[in-house]
């Protein structure tokens, strides 16, 4: 009796007969033998029919198979070196689920349009599963990184009164009678959480309502939002580098395959390893300008001026130090330094800019009300947040990790729209 399994494990089930259900990803046949391309979500096997040795009924059935036809496929496993699972399936028994027409995504070239259109078919191609599957890795070890860490996850609110960074960027609703918006970051909540908890971490959908259609810009998006009680921002920085670490190295050591599938030069990413390099905004301005990038001291870089400091290593780099007016209200001021903040953008090599903005927060009342006045914010919508320094005030420091930044970054993508399953960008709600 056939063993049921999927792909992913049919190496422990060599020399016996095994069933699978799965689709057609391709089919050749060179007269007497067909050749079925066979997926299953776990991975990919070819399955041989040889027409001698099965009935009619059976190899007619395997001729009238199509690209993404699905069935159970029956059939002993055997080693075979030449296959890139090391496996291969001699069939003997075929179940025809359902005979697929007109698959519209062919072997051929088709363009992004088309691609985006048809994304739900997308999504099995070789490319994009291994896309996913890398994705899947990250967020597991993000997980695990937290939780051995002595993180607490905490879930913040999607839907918020107003954000303490402005509301132009922000999608607009309604709670029955009062006015709402979506989440931008659940960085003010995740601080109140670690006022109870010590050292939490946030992982959810956030929305930017900018306009924007650069590569590295999607409307709906995933961030990972750590905030460490009685943390300074050099303590900080060590854990942010220690954290890329470990989810790089997870997925070089569990994702090989998928890698090699998106055409990944994994030696770029096993070189990413703690510590990581460090420069002040002054040292970039002043590097930029050895660049001829007319960049004035206090404006904010752009992604040409992430790219080329990043070119200047082969690991991600800390830039530290922006100038306090171009950086959000909660930031604190240097001690020694206040037109600057202790804070960090720590940006991705190969020109993947931005994948982490952190800082230390102000733990001053007063000073934090300050800001808030500075910055014309509502003390009625958000005294819930100046009660943290009113109450039991600490050092504290966190961060944000984008997560399609890094499964872009990760897996060499030109576009962040690959990297996850249904993208939300400037033209583009469906499907």
């Excluded at 990413?269 to 703690?274: C, D, G, Q, T």
């Excluded at 007016?325 to 206040?338: E, L, Q, S, V």
């Excluded at 000073?367 to 006045?373: G, P, V, W």
Aim: aromatic fraction near 10%; hydrophobic fraction near 35%; proline fraction near 6%.
């Amino acid at each position: 009796m056939a063993v049921k399994t999927v792909i992913r494990h049919v190496g422990e089930h060599v020399g016996e007969t095994v069933r699978i259900g799965a689709w057609v990803n391709n089919k050749r046949s060179s007269g007497k033998i067909q050749f079925l391309q066979l997926r299953d979500g776990t991975g990919y096997i070819q399955g041989v029919v040889v027409k001698s040795e099965v009935s009619e009924e059976i190899w007619d059935k395997a001729k009238s198979l199509t690209q993404e036809s699905s069935l159970y496929v029956e059939g002993v496993i055997r080693e075979e070196p030449r296959s890139a699972s090391g496996y291969e399936m001699t069939v003997s028994d075929i179940e025809v689920i359902h005979i697929t027409e007109n698959y519209p995504i062919t072997p051929k070239e088709h363009g992004v349009d088309f691609l985006m259109d048809h994304r739900h078919l997308w999504l099995r191609s070789s490319k994009q599963r291994a896309i996913m599957v890398i994705r899947a890795e990250i967020i597991r070890a993000v997980q695990q990184f937290f939780d051995e860490n002595g993180f607490t996850l905490v879930d913040p609110p999607i839907l918020t009164p107003t954000s303490a960074e402005g509301t132009t960027n922000l999608f607009h609703t309604k709670y029955f009678d009062e006015d709402a918006y979506l989440t931008q970051s659940g960085q003010l909540y995740m601080e109140a959480a670690a006022m109870a908890l010590g050292k939490v971490y946030s992982f959810g959908p956030t929305f930017r309502a900018e306009k924007s259609k650069t590569r590295r810009h999607l409307i709906e998006f995933w961030m990972i939002e750590p905030e460490m009680a009685f943390t300074d921002h050099e303590e900080s920085l060590k854990v942010q580098e220690n954290f890329i670490t470990h989810v790089v190295q997870s997925v070089v050591k569990n994702c090989r395959p998928e890698l090699e599938a998106v055409g990944r030069d994994v030696s770029k990413l096993e070189n990413i390893k703690a510590p990581f390099p460090r420069i002040t905004y002054d040292e970039a301005i002043e590097f930029l300008h050895t660049k001829e990038f007319d960049i004035p001291w206090g404006e904010d870089f752009g992604a040409p001026h992430e790219t080329a400091i990043a070119e200047r290593y082969d690991k991600p780099v800390f830039i530290t130090h922006y100038p306090k007016d171009i950086k959000a209200f909660y930031m604190k001021p240097d001690p020694n330094r206040p037109d600057v903040v202790l804070c960090a953008d720590m940006i991705a090599p190969e020109g993947y800019g931005e994948i982490i903005g952190g800082s230390q927060r102000i733990d001053d009342p007063e000073l934090m009300q300050q800001r808030f006045e500075e910055h014309g914010l509502s003390a009625e919508t958000y005294q819930w947040y100046l009660d943290l320094r009113k109450y039991g005030t600490v050092p504290h420091s966190g961060f944000g990790l984008g997560l399609e930044r890094t499964v872009a970054w990760i897996c060499g993508l030109d576009h962040v729209r690959e990297t996850i399953p249904f993208p939300r960008t400037l033209y583009r709600l469906y499907p």
